[in-house]
């Protein structure tokens, strides 16, 4: 194991101490903490990629179709 993976399962394994040592209410709430905050970051993906997709069809760099539109467009790439 490298030092910075050591280091990395020792951050953790303390962290997990730290939490194990919170009272049960303080538990509660710092799960639901991090619950929230991991939604508003996915939320905060989902509005980039959305930016990014609008951008490139303003572009004319994104494609709208099916599936096989899809496939048959990788299939053409490839011969």
Do not use: H, P, Y
């Not at 639901?32 to 991991?38: A, G, M, N, W």
């Amino acid at each position: 194991m490298t030092q910075i993976a050591s280091s990395q399962t020792s951050s953790f394994q303390t962290v997990i101490e730290l939490v194990e040592a919170l009272t049960e209410e303080e538990q509660d709430l710092l799960f639901s903490l991090i619950q929230k905050r991991r939604i508003a970051d996915r939320r905060q993906e989902i509005l980039q990629r959305s930016i990014q997709v609008q951008e490139a069809f303003k572009n004319g760099t994104a494609k709208i179709g099916t599936v096989e539109d899809l496939l048959a467009d990788v299939l053409k790439d490839e011969e």
